[in-house]
T-cell receptor, first 110, second 117 residues
Framework: DAKTTQPPSMDCAEGRAANLPCNHS???????VYWYRQIHSQGPQYIIH???NNETNEMASLIITEDRKSSTLILPHATLRDTAVYYC???????????FGSGTQLTVLP | GAGVSQSPSNKVTEKGKDVELRCDPI?????LYWYRQRLGQGLEFLIY????????KSGLPSDRFSAERTGESVSTLTIQRTQQEDSAVYLC???????????????FGEGSRLTVL
């Protein structure tokens, strides 16, 4: 799996967009970028993934730079329930072992 | 149920005892994973099953840890002669069989919290 680097913590005001960065400068051509989040005392939850193109689903948007060395997860209108640890993971599409790093603790403030 | 189910949700045991943790994956999910999460830390991969076989056991920390899966369904993680360092939340996840276009979307259970006194 590619090594990823994320800030340890971020704050965001409720209702604002939360932009969570991730550096993955060593990612290889066949590795996807996956995002998961873990709300306190729960199991991790899949959010979104992408390879080259930007992706959007009902939870979030994923912006991947053209050189694929970094990406940003965007929660367009953060709510208090979005407070969680967010993990960025680089792994091949058929990878069976996802390596979860320390992630970013996002705190949404009222 | 619709999700991954794990039991027990909480287990307190004495050092040296054996424990068994159970995981019921989502029906139809042939891939099953065990992870460990110590307090305040990230997830550590333990083992992966495809069907009933385990092609990747690289994360099992010692020979005190073993896991099996039967009927391409339920999995049991067994820890023998538990140590205090085994205290953690043990998370199980399942997914569809891997393909070249697999999303890598793992569905996690709520975990089993193990406390070794």
């Amino acid at each position: 799996d590619a090594k990823t680097t994320q800030p340890p913590s971020m704050d965001c005001a409720e209702g604002r967009a939360a932009n969570l960065p991730c550096n993955h400068s060593t990612i290889s051509g066949n590795e996807y970028v996956y995002w998961y989040r873990q709300i306190h005392s729960q199991g991790p939850q899949y959010i979104i993934h992408g390879l080259k193109n930007n992706e959007t689903n009902e939870m979030a948007s994923l912006i991947i730079t053209e050189d694929r060395k970094s990406s940003t997860l965007i929660l367009p209108h953060a709510t208090l329930r979005d407070t969680a640890v967010y993990y960025c993971i680089g792994a091949s599409g058929s990878a069976r072992q996802l390596t979860f790093g320390s992630g970013t603790q996002l705190t949404v403030l009222p | 149920g619709a999700g991954v189910s794990q039991s027990p949700s909480n287990k307190v045991t004495e050092k040296g005892k054996d424990v068994e943790l159970r995981c019921d994956p989502i029906s139809g999910h042939t891939a099953l994973y065990w992870y460990r999460q110590r307090l305040g830390q990230g997830l550590e991969f333990l083992i992966y099953f495809q069907g009933n076989s385990a092609p990747d056991k690289s994360g099992l920390p010692s020979d005190r840890f073993s896991a099996e899966r039967t009927g391409e369904s339920v999995s049991t993680l067994t820890i023998q002669r538990t140590q205090q360092e085994d205290s953690a939340v043990y998370l199980c996840a399942s997914s569809l069989a891997p393909t070249s276009s697999n999303t890598g979307e793992l569905f996690f259970g709520e975990g089993s919290r193990l406390t070794v006194l």
